[in-house]
């Protein structure tokens, strides 16, 4: 499947969209629905690891690939919104470009590292993603708690299926890999945060 860089529907104040691991800008389609229907420019980018060769990268990396597509489509300010991975990058992109955020918004998200522990543990389990074709039913398996709650399985099975069946036929495994490397070992940047003066909403 080809990715396309990013998502846009509606006109008036940005707002850019960063998918988490395992996801793609798909999953902001909601949220793109009703800010256009309600005066904003909502887009939605695809991460760098479904547009080429997946390769290892940080989350400034990522911050990069944000700030490169806000001067594509000749964005001087806009909002920075992200789920976990993207979550994780906006903390950076609010360090590295707050010139031109109008503000952040984190879903899943934290400025903190991962205990030691926990880092071996997720590293061990992304490199089981580093094989070739569609992220396999066990590993899709594995994952799906981490990104849908308890609620969700309750409520919207419907919803949770959808995103195993498309991790399963779209999503290549080696990309999930590619990705957990930018946060498996990102740093704390708790001590960083007051230099972010700009509004922050936290999801």
Not at 1 to 27: C, K, W
Not at 155 to 171: K, M, Q, S
Request: glycine share 8%.
């Amino acid at each position: 499947m080809a990715f396309e860089l990013y998502q846009e529907r509606g006109s008036g104040p940005a707002v850019i969209f960063n998918h988490g691991t395992l996801m793609d800008a798909t999953m902001f389609d909601p949220q793109l629905a009703f800010l256009a229907a309600n005066g904003y420019r909502a887009i939605a980018q695809n991460s760098r690891v479904l547009l080429g060769p997946p390769r290892r990268h940080t989350l400034e990396d990522l911050a990069d690939d944000t700030a490169a597509l806000g001067e594509r489509l000749g964005l001087e300010r806009y909002v920075v919104a992200g789920m976990s991975t993207g979550a994780f990058m906006a903390v950076d992109f609010g360090l590295k470009y707050l010139d031109r955020a109008d503000g952040l918004i984190l879903i899943e998200g934290q400025a903190c590292d991962y205990p030691a522990a926990e880092q071996d543990l997720f590293e061990a389990e992304f490199d089981k993603f580093d094989i070739d074709g569609p992220v396999t039913r066990e590993r899709a398996e594995w994952a799906a708690p981490f990104c849908f709650g308890e609620h969700t399985y309750a409520t919207n099975r419907a919803l949770v299926d959808h995103w195993i069946e498309r991790w399963t036929t779209e999503i290549p495994s080696r990309a999930v890999w590619a990705q957990g490397t930018s946060w498996v070992r990102k740093p704390d940047l708790t001590h960083r945060l007051k230099e972010i003066g700009k509004p922050v909403l936290i999801i």
